[in-house]
């Protein structure tokens, strides 16, 4: 295995753990969440679940980096759902008036 391929390994390894890592935020309700963003968490939950033997046997950069793509691009949509809806249930700031 190259540097290149240990890396990208690394990367998904390190994606996987913040995944994992918002997840038992959500879970715990430290996180406001709709069920638009539960839902895309189980599909990011999921989809690593059923890709990280592939991602860890394979000998294929190609493939890893496929599978990491699609998983990044799973954490990012849920994070932003995450995003949306905390600012969504944060009440409007009361500024006194000028």
Same mark, same amino acid.
């Given at each position: 295995?190259?540097?290149?391929?240990?890396?990208?390994?690394?990367?998904? /390894?390190?994606?996987?753990?913040? !995944? =994992?890592?918002?997840?038992?935020?959500?879970?715990?309700? #430290? !996180?406001?969440?709709?069920?638009?963003?539960?839902?895309?968490?189980?599909?990011?939950?999921?989809?690593?679940?059923?890709?990280?033997?592939?991602?860890?046997?394979?000998? /294929?950069?190609?493939?890893?980096?496929?599978?990491?793509? #699609?998983?990044?691009? !799973?954490?990012?949509?849920? /994070? =932003?759902?995450?995003?949306?809806? #905390?600012?969504?249930?944060?009440?409007?700031?009361?500024?006194?008036?000028?």
């Amino acid at each position: 295995m190259n540097s290149d391929e240990t890396e990208m390994r690394e990367a998904v /390894r390190e994606l996987a753990d913040a !995944l =994992e890592t918002m997840l038992n935020l959500i879970k715990a309700d #430290a !996180l406001p969440a709709t069920p638009e963003a539960h839902s895309l968490f189980q599909k990011a939950g999921a989809f690593l679940d059923e890709s990280t033997d592939r991602i860890s046997a394979s000998d /294929r950069p190609a493939e890893i980096l496929s599978l990491a793509t #699609a998983l990044n691009r !799973l954490v990012v949509s849920a /994070r =932003e759902q995450i995003l949306d809806d #905390a600012v969504a249930a944060s009440p409007a700031p009361d500024h006194p008036t000028m």
